[in-house]
């Protein structure tokens, strides 16, 4: 590891955790606005009575809670780096293969199951805005008025602390910019937050949530992609730690 400043990795895992709890809290932290009143009007304009339909909200998108599955790879990584400050080498590189094969697969099976809500509900809201007069009005009333502006100050808090963790891991070590798999797992983290920023920025407000949801179905497959890099370079280090451990049963006893 070289010269490896131990409070720039520490804070580098901090920040990447406070940028993990934003996003997962992001369904709650992104309530949903009073859809009423554009309810109505837009009842209205197509000539049909929908009564009262105040205090109608809708759910805040899933893409900016799936960021997590992406940065779940880079959160277990940085965590290894950091396990390996208070575990003896032998040990660290003992576990790290048989712990990072059950998180890769945790995770594959996680994302999996991900996928597949967001894209049944993907496949709703295409469904119900293709359909008028009534089912565009119920996607309107469930999905058509989305928090855009709440979204882009908490993606944005997310993505100050994401630049925070790459740079602090640098300063932590400059010869992590050597690890092309680090270094395309930051850039991979860093492009999905900047895309869902420009898909929520794309298209009307009343179709923000489609795009949000189709952003969220491609983290799902990112996050199987990564999980599937993981599981692949565990094979080599548990591997190599049931070698040596063979090899020192091997050993013969210096006391007999």
């Known amino acids: 590891m070289g010269a490896l400043r131990k409070p720039?990795?520490?804070?580098?895992?901090?920040?990447?955790v406070l940028a993990v709890g934003v996003e997962w809290g992001a369904g709650l932290l992104l309530g949903g606005g009073d859809a009423g009143a554009a309810l109505a009007d837009s009842a209205g304009d197509l000539g049909v009575e929908v009564g009262d339909v105040s205090g109608v909200g809708e759910p805040s998108g899933r893409g900016t809670g799936y960021l997590v599955l992406v940065d779940a790879a880079a959160l277990w990584t940085t965590?290894?780096?950091?396990l390996g400050l208070v575990l003896p080498e032998r040990i660290h590189g003992r576990v790290q293969?048989?712990?990072?094969?059950?998180?890769?697969?945790?995770l594959i099976i996680g994302a999996f199951v991900a996928l597949i809500v967001a894209f049944v509900e993907l496949m709703v809201m295409v469904s119900l805005f293709l359909a008028p007069p009534f089912g565009t009005l119920a996607?309107?009333?469930?999905?058509?008025?989305?928090?855009v502006g709440d979204a882009a100050?908490?993606?944005?808090?997310?993505l100050l602390l994401k630049l925070a963790w790459a740079g602090l891991l640098v300063l932590a070590?400059?010869?992590?910019?050597q690890n092309k798999g680090l270094v395309l797992l930051i850039l991979t983290?860093?492009?999905?937050?900047?895309?869902?920023?420009f898909l929520h920025n794309l298209v009307p407000v009343i179709?923000?949530?489609?795009?949000d949801d189709l952003g969220a179905l491609l983290f799902a497959i990112i996050a199987i992609v990564w999980a599937l890099v993981l599981l692949i370079g565990a094979i080599p280090a548990i591997v190599k730690a049931l070698r040596a451990t063979a090899a020192l049963r091997a050993e013969p006893d210096p006391d007999r």
């Open 173 to 177: 070590q400059p010869k992590f910019l």
């Open 8 to 16: 720039f990795l520490l804070l580098a895992m901090l920040a990447l």
């Open 139 to 147: 996607y309107l009333a469930l999905w058509g008025f989305f928090p």
């Open 79 to 82: 965590g290894l780096f950091c």
């Open 189 to 197: 983290s860093l492009l999905c937050t900047v895309l869902l920023e």
């Open 207 to 211: 179709l923000v949530s489609i795009l």
């Open 153 to 158: 100050v908490l993606l944005g808090l997310a």
């Open 97 to 106: 293969g048989v712990a990072t094969l059950i998180f890769s697969i945790i």
